[in-house]
């Protein structure tokens, strides 16, 4: 069962956060810059009010500089969760690069390690049938020797 609640605050929080959104967008994402604008905005709100409703000038201009410093902290408020948001984001990415970084570092040592192991494998099969190949010229010379050496009658 649950109690319904009222959704004023919640809307009025959305108004006051987009309003301030609004501003600080539209003062290229400087807050001093956005303050001043609401504040120029304030005071041409009360100079209209002012016009239209006699005697309430000085009443619109204090709720103008109530609702000013209000969207101001709203400003101010955003500006700090924003760089929050973005030291994290900073602190995350620079994580994942490091990590990158010492991946790389592994595979290029496997990779050395591999490639050394492949010449020192190539080397020695080379020189295994080198040694195969001398192995067989000499005995083939020596059977070619003795063959000719019995011609002349000095071996077997």
């Not at 109690?3 to 994402?29: C, D, N, Q």
């Not at 239209?52 to 500006?79: F, N, W």
């Amino acid at each position: 069962m649950s109690r319904s609640k009222s959704r004023i605050p919640l809307f009025l929080g959305l108004t006051v956060a987009g309003a301030g959104g609004y501003y600080l967008y539209a003062a290229g994402g400087d807050p001093k810059v956005a303050q001043k604008k609401v504040e120029h905005d304030a005071a041409s709100a009360s100079a209209k009010l002012k016009g239209e409703l006699p005697g309430s000038g000085k009443e619109a201009q204090k709720q103008g500089e109530e609702l000013s410093k209000r969207a101001g902290a709203a400003i101010d408020s955003t500006v700090g969760d924003v760089r929050a948001k973005v030291n994290e984001a900073d602190a995350k990415l620079s994580a994942k690069a490091h990590e990158a970084e010492g991946k790389f570092q592994q595979l290029k040592a496997d990779g050395s390690k591999q490639f050394d192991q492949a010449r020192k494998d190539t080397a020695r099969e080379l020189n295994e049938t080198a040694d195969k190949f001398d192995k067989t010229v000499e005995k083939k010379t020596a059977e070619a020797k003795s063959g000719i050496s019995s011609w002349f009658g000095f071996g077997k």
